[in-house]
Each structure stands twice: as C-alpha cells, then as structure tokens.
C-alpha cells in the first residue's frame, strides 16, 4: 500500500464532494479562497471571454449567451472526473486486485472506477478483496447520489432564471429595452399614473431582494443571460438605481420611504454580487448621464405637466454610490449599461417585428387586429 496515494485519492475525492455539497446543496455565500467551482468559472470566464473578443454582433452575444449552461454541464462533468480519478488513485495505492485486468496499470483503475460510479456493471473488470469491494459500493452510491442531486438542482436553478427574466419582460413597456430611468418616468407621466410609483418601486423591491438571493445561493445565475440582446438583469438593475435616484433627488418633503427602501436593496444587490463575483472597483471609464440629458428630461417631463426640479449635487452623490459597482459588474460580465436618459422615441421589443413597427397602444384603432 501506497499510503501517499491512499491519502491523494481521499483528497481528490472529499474536495470534489465538498464543492458538489456547497455548490448544490448548501445554499449561501462560500468565502473559502480555493472552492474549486470559483476556480473553474475563473479559468472558463477568461476563456469564454477571449473567445468571445473575437466575434461581433449576435454571432458574440449568442456565443455569451451560450456560457451559461454549458459552464454548468462543464462543472457537473468535472466533479465525476474528480471522483472517478480520485477513486482510481485510492484503489491503486491500496494496490486493489482487479479481476479481470492484465496489467493492473493506471489505466485499469480508471476503468473500473468509471464503469464503478456510473454503474454499467459490465463486470469485465472487478475489484477482488474486502477494502476495493467496499469501495466500489461507496463509488456507485455516490453516482446515484450524484445524479439525484444535479436532478434535483436544475429545476430550483430554472426556477430563479425564469423568476429573475419574469419582471425583465415586464420592464420593456415601462422603459423600453434597454430600459432607462428617464422612460419610466415619462411613461407615467404620460400615462398621468404618477401615484402609481410607489407601487412599482415596491415590486422593484422585492425583484433586487430576490436576485442578490437567488445569485449569492447560486452565483452561475449572474452568467444566464436575457433572451433578448438589449435585455439583462444588470441593466434593470442599473434603471431601478437611476430611477430610484432621479426620485431622491427631485422630491422634497414627499414621502420617500418606499424609494428609500428600493434604493438601498438595488444597490446591496449590486455591491454584493460585485464582491462574491471578485470584481475589481475602478473609476468609470464613461458617464451615463450625458451632458443636457436632465435639462431635456426636465422640458419633457414639464410637458406632460410634471415639475421636476433636480438637485443635480444631490443626484451626483448617489449616483457615486452605486455607479462604479454597475461598472465593475458590465465590465466582468462583457453586459452593456443603458443610459439614463433616452432622448426621441425609444421602441420597445414589442413594437419590433420582421414586418415592420407595431402601432403602440394609443395608436390602435379597430380594423388594427389584424397587424397582428
């Protein structure tokens, strides 16, 4: 017996389960530095990243979109080459007899331990003695184990994607898409359902609350990406903080609580998943909020017979808060931040069509079913 092996293949095998458990099962923020898991995605992200620099148009965004799921299946599969190379190492420093193997090289002990764990049965090749049939029924526990695991942890993965895309789709009629701070506001204005901010503000709320939830337990949800190109959780993170500041900085003497608390969960959100994400924090290369772009919201909004009288010293402080963080999380995920302000008409994916420009609802008109 090789007890250096003996002691390599345990190693193999624990961390490999102990990344599956934290991963899959347990979860919460993991502050460990050598998680294998954050390891693999920071090898596969610069990769992916480098691949992707090479593309342009829907050709790159298909190939980012793409790095989602696939990373997952990629993670999924080097946990079983950890386990059967793990098992492989301790069967053969516990020099395990193999029935059935000529040679007894390497290559044996990983047959066998691959057709162990996933549990073929093909019985060409068997462990012989007490210690390497024990372990053979441990491997194919943990296979069926393994396996009733990653069943399980898709649908509840699935489950917080489709939750998070949910309010995104949502958000296109609001603020247009990409969405921006200033067509929330118009639109209600427009709209005359100002009184109905709050309510919206508080929905928000609940959105930023269930994404730093949903992506802390599993944080390869940050690399899902919308179905549409000029959608992402990022950017409707982005326009519930424009929006949310604009408000803080215009009202005085309102009733702010509700987008006080809006405010402060979008932007734990966004310092969080740019600390679990290990993102770098610099100065913004750009600022989103373009010169004359408040004034000609001001004139818009004053058309539509709503005062907006902007701080613009108090509205740089709290865009100073939460601004570099949206920055640092476009730059590591390669996402596109909107703009603030959208000036002229925005069109919203649902007006987009191969056959041309939907009317918008105000537009309709009885003979209009039929455009559609």
Not at 106 to 113: K, R
Request: charged share 20%.
């Amino acid at each position: 017996m090789h007890a250096v092996a003996v002691i390599v293949g345990a190693g193999v095998i624990l961390a490999a389960l102990v990344d599956a458990f934290e991963t899959i099962l347990q979860p919460r923020r993991v502050t460990h530095r050598f998680q294998l898991a954050r390891l693999y995605y920071r090898g596969m992200w610069w990769a992916w990243r480098v691949g992707a620099s090479m593309l342009r148009g829907r050709t790159r965004q298909a190939f980012l979109g793409a790095f989602g799921p696939l990373s997952l299946l990629g993670l999924f599969a080097s946990w079983i080459l950890w386990l059967i190379l793990g098992f492989a190492v301790l069967n053969a420093g516990a020099g395990t007899v193999l029935t059935g193997a000529l040679h007894h090289n390497f290559s044996d002990y990983l047959y066998a331990s691959g057709t162990t764990l996933f549990t073929l049965g093909y019985g060409d090749v068997t462990p012989a003695g007490g210690f390497g049939r024990a372990l053979a029924v441990l491997e194919s526990g943990m296979g069926f184990g393994f396996l009733a695991a990653v069943i399980g942890y898709l649908p509840v993965l699935y489950q917080a994607y489709s939750a998070r895309e949910v309010v995104i789709s949502q958000m296109d009629a609001r603020a247009s898409s990409p969405p921006s701070a200033g067509e929330v506001l118009l639109r209600l204005a427009r709209a005359r359902r100002a009184d109905d901010m709050d309510d919206l503000l508080a929905a928000w709320e609940r959105w930023a609350a269930e994404l730093l939830e949903s992506q802390l337990s599993f944080p390869v949800l940050s690399y899902y990406r919308s179905q549409h190109d000029n959608q992402s959780w990022l950017a409707m993170l982005a326009a519930i903080l424009d929006t949310c500041a604009i408000l803080l900085a215009r009202r005085r003497g309102d009733n702010l609580y509700q987008t006080e608390m809006t405010f402060a969960m979008a932007r734990h959100a966004a310092v969080d998943l740019t600390l679990v994400l290990k993102t770098s924090i610099r100065r913004p290369a750009t600022d989103r909020l373009g010169p004359g772009d408040l004034e000609w919201l001001r004139e818009s909004l004053e058309k539509e017979g709503e005062t907006f009288r902007p701080d613009d010293t108090r509205l740089a402080e709290l865009r100073s808060t939460y601004e570099p963080f949206l920055q640092a999380l476009a730059r590591r995920l390669l996402f596109a931040l909107p703009p603030v302000v959208v000036r002229g008409e925005a069109i919203d994916n649902w007006q987009r069509s191969s056959l041309g420009r939907a009317p918008a609802i105000g537009e309709l008109t009885s003979g209009d079913e039929d455009h559609f």
